[in-house]
T-cell receptor
Framework: EAGVTQSPTHLIKTRGQQATLRCSPISGHTSVYWYQQALGLGLQFLLW???????NRGNFPPRFSGRQFPNYSSELNVNALELEDSALYLC???????????FGDGTRLSIL | GNSVTQMEGPVTLSEEAFLTINCTYT??????LFWYVQYPGEGLQLLLK?????DKGSNKGFEATYRKETTSFHLEKGSVQVSDSAVYFCALENSGGSNYKLTFGKGTLLTVNP
């Protein structure tokens, strides 16, 4: 069974640009979660999508947004990039509310 | 709101030493508790979990007991190996419907030397 896959592995951008990160969940998983892992801050919950809808959102500004497609894959979009957005962005998937989350290896976003 | 506090690292041990990583939490209700492990260059893997008070989660020689009276979920292993070197995250899951999410501690880096 293929795990959660994220692309790209690394992404380098400059301030003010826009970044798109992609996540494919495990087959059969309908929920996708996004987390930011910034140095010294641990993992911060960003977004939760289930059945194509945004279900919950962490304490991040509106320039962090995303969507979930009919095949349950997901995109995270970050607009107007700032230096402090440099982090590892992790995607996880599960079969639904309260079920174990399975994580991908992450996309490392570097802002120059 | 919910929060998780775990001991700051880094923790450096010799092979076969005893490991304890402390984790305490603040939450409303009765959250489920987890330990995740992140090996270098990889995402997080669920190590163990406990869903109610006095439950003991265990996996790969690691154990943690859900202590409601002390709001703790300390991770222990009797004899660590070099391959256990990783970052360990304690987390709680609030089951509040649309507010559902995992709240993580900041992680503890464990290095085991041969």
């Amino acid at each position: 069974e293929a795990g959660v896959t994220q692309s790209p592995t690394h992404l380098i951008k400059t301030r003010g640009q826009q970044a798109t990160l992609r996540c494919s969940p495990i087959s059969g998983h309908t929920s996708v979660y996004w987390y930011q892992q910034a140095l010294g801050l641990g993992l911060q919950f960003l977004l939760w999508y289930d059945e194509g809808e945004e279900r919950n959102r962490g304490n991040f500004p509106p320039r962090f947004s995303g969507r979930q497609f009919p095949n349950y894959s997901s995109e995270l979009n970050v607009n107007a990039l700032e230096l402090e957005d440099s982090a590892l962005y992790l995607c996880a998937s599960s079969t639904g509310l309260g079920q174990p989350q399975h994580f991908g290896d992450g996309t490392r976003l570097s802002i120059l | 709101g919910n929060s998780v506090t775990q001991m700051e690292g880094p923790v450096t041990l010799s092979e076969e030493a005893f490991l304890t990583i402390n984790c305490t939490y603040t939450a409303t209700g009765y959250p489920s508790l987890f330990w995740y492990v992140q090996y270098p260059g990889e995402g997080l893997q669920l190590l163990l979990k406990a869903t109610k008070a006095d439950d003991k989660g265990s996996n790969k020689g690691f154990e943690a007991t859900y202590r409601k009276e002390t709001t703790s979920f300390h991770l222990e292993k009797g004899s660590v190996q070099v391959s256990d070197s990783a970052v360990y995250f304690c987390a709680l899951e609030n089951s509040g419907g649309s507010n559902y999410k995992l709240t993580f501690g900041k992680g503890t880096l464990l290095t085991v030397n041969p």
